[in-house]
């Protein structure tokens, strides 16, 4: 998979809720896969198969309703990724 079928989407969110949002977008295997991206932070970036991009919108909406996560832009001192 080349870069250009990654959507890459950063996300606020109560640390809090941390494992419960992993283990939901792990679900869907294969779609998604989120890392933190600064050490301490309460920010996520998820890194979106492009085919599914519209589906996992879908499930962070509904994930909206449970939890704090909030879309915002990627934080200047982020790890790189390629």
């Known amino acids: 998979m080349s870069v250009k079928e990654i959507v890459v989407r ?6 809090k809720d941390i494992v ?3 283990a939901v977008l792990e679900s869907y295997e294969g779609m998604v896969v989120m890392r933190t991206i ?3 932070k309460p920010v996520i970036e998820l890194l979106i198969a492009h085919d599914f991009a519209d589906d ?5 909406k509904d994930l909206a ?7 915002v832009e990627r934080p ?3 790890i790189a990724w390629p």
Do not use: M, P
């Open 10 to 15: 950063n996300f606020k969110i109560d640390t």
């Open 38 to 40: 600064e050490s301490g």
């Open 20 to 22: 419960f949002i992993k």
């Open 56 to 60: 996992i919108d879908k499930v962070l």
């Open 76 to 78: 200047e001192n982020a």
């Open 65 to 71: 309703k449970q939890v704090l996560i909030e879309e």
